[in-house]
């Protein structure tokens, strides 16, 4: 063969793939059907069965099939009538009596009640042992803890929240509990405790399944992967995991009509594919927006960008079982060291606010007062405190940061723990950093005490205060090494408290305390970015994720 | 032949055995477990020791190893995802096709280009051409595949909007798929529109992923068609007054091709353990990007079960290398 034919031979190959290529002109990666709307999803869900999962991609696909027995105003994290029209706890507030909606039908066509409320929570209740770990059925555990037969390990129904379920005719059903709580009626608002059809869960066996040699559960039903059946304003219509979710408008559905017949949510993982298939028009929104990408987005007259609201918070932990860190003055140094209001300026892209309390100020319970401390950076505080502490300056401490990791709260870690070193150093502190991968190390070395200062922070799992205080602070905990009795005990009145003007009152109390305390210094509260097509419209992001695209259409 | 074949199968064994162990340990070595990976953030100690309790975490490694052993060999389970709940074999039967779909388009665009290009420079040793095509095959290789991920998606997805940037297919299509082969399920269903799409998808991510195997083809072909074309059976060849594409392609490619056979084999065998980076940028469902979530996740089951399947599947297309030798060149004698 010579070299002109050779040379012909990769010419033509070269045509014949500018010939695709160009034949495949035409739009085709740009294809935008008017009832239906693709999103870009970080992951495929793990599976959809609320009580089953806690990641944010299994939860936006279940919040469209699922619905609780109270919701969330669309953009707030104020708790309003879903299937249930009304409740009221009893004085004592160990029972709450809930009046259901009437009319609410399954997607399987069978009846909502108060016998499938009941069903639902049992069900949680009695979930088999492989089910029972944090990993699998974290809000059960969060927010009810202990089931009715525990693995080993695992708390028993003497622990739990939830002592039983009983029926008052046909649309009234009474959570019964074995202490006061309050904060499960805003955990009720997710549809991690969706009411899911009691026929399906039995039809599809969501539960059954085996336990191999190596502890692993192995499903044997369909219900979540094939046939989750729910009261939502959606219904699954085809999973090919790795590809596509579809999901098609429920007909019956007893409110307002979904806008859109279909929803696709497709799985791309990198955030600068998400911005290109944004881009190109082979998806029409995205979440999870990268604060480098936010700018393109912005610049780009085709697309926008969604704000959700500030519901995480970012703060520089501490172990107090570390010393000095026991201290109060030391802490207190430690606070007036660090400079959040420069961190928060130059690393946040104008998406974040300086914390001064642990709740974000749309959580009820936010103090926003006076008589919170507030800890203005101050270098020469820090070096008076630090002496009057009886310490020799440069105090040294171990700062922790992770690595491979960009939460909404920390995008950069590194960055921050650099600057926040800094300006330790002008305070007088001697800072030696440690650092490891985000996954599974970082959060297993914190988690376990070994860090003295670390970064750390928390996005709310539901719209109430004792999701972040209680949950940090409620208890012993090795990451913050502190036993503090006035502390447990407001928080426990607090959490328990069912008049709520006195529970926003009680929180309000401890939010002060907290700042006084200092077991953190909150630097942080970020406002995440959803990106949009711009002709998209009646998407409500909400604080705690929890969005609904039934209200979601295209402008002409 | 087949003498030979039969031991390259019975050495599978061993080396399965010798792939498991190494896995085995090698998950374990690493920080961490799947308790911390799962809770993140919200581990605690208590939950971590419930979690690596429940999986046997918590025993020693023997006992591990000896239980997971019970469960592949005993069960013929490769496992169950600790994250998904998903059975290891169902995930491999969905994302596997995409993987060798994915691997074959870009070896025969490496192969298409990286050859020819290989040919012409040694048949131009020391011309422009030579030069450049070395420059070219240098940044081939130099480049990150995720770099020209992102810029082929730019040019041809974002600006010109020709191609699709994610995925297999259109993702409003409607399309059933017996094999999960997208290529094959087309011409199964005789659906040209799904042929064509699916064609259309697998262009860019075949070119990013491709772009190394044809710089290393483009180099190996030169190399090995310089050596072979001052052979002097090629000498002789010419001085017959065989005509020169005769001999180009009866004496110089053909004992030219048999290292370029080793690194096409080789290369294949890369590609089909999954390509992480490729199958991240274009969003492409394959092996490569769900081994990399498993190892995040420590999810073992997946990690063990999957890098065992993968371990098969390098043990197979090496076989195929070594047959394709003795069809190559007669002369090598298998056994």
């Not at chain 1, 709580?181 to 039809?203: Q, V, Y």
């Not at chain 1, 922790?400 to 990791?405: A, E, G, I, N, R």
């Not at chain 2, 290009?117 to 130099?142: E, M």
Request: glycine residues 8%.
């Amino acid at each position: 063969m010579g070299f002109k034919k050779l040379a012909l031979l990769a010419g033509l190959a070269t045509l014949a793939i500018l010939g695709m290529v160009a034949a495949a002109s035409g739009g085709t990666s740009s294809k935008q059907a008017s009832n239906a709307l693709v999103f870009g999803a970080a992951a495929d869900p793990v599976i959809i069965d609320g009580p089953l999962v806690s990641d944010g991609e299994s939860l936006r696909v279940v919040d469209q099939i699922f619905q609780g027995l109270v919701g969330l105003k669309p953009g707030t994290t104020q708790i309003v009538p879903l299937l249930a029209t009304s409740w009221k706890a009893s004085r004592n507030g160990l029972t709450w009596t809930f009046n259901l909606r009437k009319g609410v039908k399954f997607q399987d066509n069978t009846p909502f009640n108060a016998a499938s409320v009941c069903f639902n929570f049992n069900r949680w209740f009695n979930f088999p042992g492989p089910l029972q770990s944090d990993a699998v059925t974290y809000y059960w555990n969060t927010v009810f803890g202990g089931f009715h037969h525990p693995a080993s390990g695992v708390p028993g129904p003497d622990k739990s929240l939830y002592k039983g379920c009983k029926t008052k005719g046909q649309n009234v059903v009474q959570l019964l509990l074995t202490r006061r709580s309050s904060s499960f009626l805003g955990a009720l608002a997710l549809t991690n405790f969706g009411m899911a059809s009691p026929t399906a869960i039995r039809k599809y066996k969501a539960d059954a399944g085996t336990v191999d040699s190596n502890g692993v559960f192995h499903p044997q039903g369909t219900f979540g992967t094939q046939h989750p059946i729910g009261t939502g304003p959606y219904m699954l219509k085809t999973w090919q995991v790795g590809n596509k979710l579809e999901i098609d408008a429920f007909p019956g559905y007893w409110g307002k009509k979904a806008k859109l017949q279909r929803i696709i949510f497709r799985p791309i993982a990198d955030n600068a594919a998400r911005l290109q298939a944004l881009q190109s028009g082979e998806i029409q929104g995205y979440d999870l927006v990268a604060p480098q990408d936010i700018q393109t987005v912005k610049a780009n007259s085709n697309l926008k960008i969604l704000d959700r609201p500030a519901f995480n918070v970012g703060y520089v932990g501490i172990n107090q079982a570390k010393p000095p860190m026991n201290n109060l003055k030391v802490r207190q140094a430690l606070a007036y060291g660090l400079d959040r209001a420069s961190v928060v300026s130059k690393f946040y892209a104008g998406r974040g606010q300086v914390a001064t309390e642990f709740l974000p100020p749309l959580v009820q319970g936010y103090a926003g007062s006076k008589a919170v401390p507030k800890y203005p950076f101050s270098p020469t505080k820090a070096k008076q405190l630090l002496q009057s502490a009886g310490l020799t300056l440069p105090v040294p401490i171990d700062f922790w940061y992770p690595t491979s990791v960009s939460r909404p709260y920390m995008p950069d870690p590194q960055r921050n723990a650099e600057a926040f070193a800094a300006s330790l150093e002008q305070s007088g502190f001697k800072v030696t950093f440690h650092s490891s991968p985000w996954r599974p190390d970082y959060v297993s070395q914190v988690s376990d005490g070994q860090a003295q200062v670390f970064l750390l922070g928390w996005t709310g799992d539901f719209g109430d205060p004792a999701n972040f205080d209680n949950v940090h602070f409620g208890q012993f905990n090795t990451q913050f090494g502190f036993k503090n009795a006035r502390l447990f005990a407001m928080l426990r009145t607090a959490d328990s408290e069912t008049n709520n003007a006195k529970r926003v009152k009680d929180y309000q109390a401890a939010e002060v305390y907290i700042m006084k305390f200092l077991p953190v210094v909150p630097y942080v509260h970020t406002k995440p970015a959803l990106a949009f097509q711009k002709n998209v419209k009646g998407y409500i992001p909400s604080p705690v994720s929890l969005e609904q695209f039934s209200t979601v259409f295209y402008s002409s | 032949m087949l003498r030979f074949i039969v031991r390259r199968l019975l050495m599978l064994i061993p080396i399965l055995f010798g792939v498991s162990i190494l896995v085995f340990l090698w998950i374990r070595l690493l920080p961490g477990s799947p308790a911390e990976a799962l809770l993140g953030e919200r581990a605690t100690p208590q939950s971590i020791a419930q979690i690596r309790h429940q999986y046997g975490l918590d025993q020693p490694l023997y006992i591990q190893y000896w239980r997971y052993l019970v469960e592949t060999v005993g069960h013929l389970n490769l496992g169950t995802s600790i994250k998904t709940f998903r059975p290891v074999t169902e995930e491999l039967q969905q994302r596997f096709p995409a993987t060798v779909e994915l691997a074959i388009a870009a070896m025969i665009f490496a192969v298409s280009f990286g050859v020819p290009l290989g040919f012409l420079a040694a048949k131009k040793y020391g011309s422009a051409f030579d030069h450049g095509s070395l420059l070219a095959s240098l940044i081939g290789i130099s480049i990150p595949i995720f770099f020209l991920g992102l810029i082929l998606k730019y040019i041809f997805s974002v600006r010109l909007h020709w191609l699709p940037s994610i995925g297999r297919e259109d993702v409003l299509a409607i399309r059933s798929h017996p094999t999960n082969f997208y290529i094959v399920d087309a011409i199964i269903n005789g659906d040209p529109e799904a042929l064509w799409d699916t064609i259309k998808h697998l262009i860019l991510p075949a070119i990013a992923l491709g772009s190394i195997p044809l710089a290393i083809i483009a180099r190996i072909t030169r190399a090995s068609v310089l050596d072979v074309q001052n052979e002097d059976y090629v000498r002789t060849a010419r001085a017959k007054g065989l005509p020169p594409h005769e001999v180009d392609s009866r004496h110089v490619l053909r004992n030219a091709m048999l290292p370029i056979t080793t690194i096409v084999g080789l290369q294949t065998g890369l590609l089909l353990s999954g390509a992480v980076l490729t199958e991240t940028v274009f969003a492409w469902p394959g092996v490569g990007s769900w081994l990399k979530d498993a190892i995040f996740d420590r999810d073992y089951p997946v990690l063990q079960g999957g890098i065992l399947f993968l371990a098969i599947v390098f043990v197979f297309v090496n076989l195929i290398v070594d047959i394709s030798y003795a069809i190559l060149n007669p002369r090598i004698r298998l056994s």
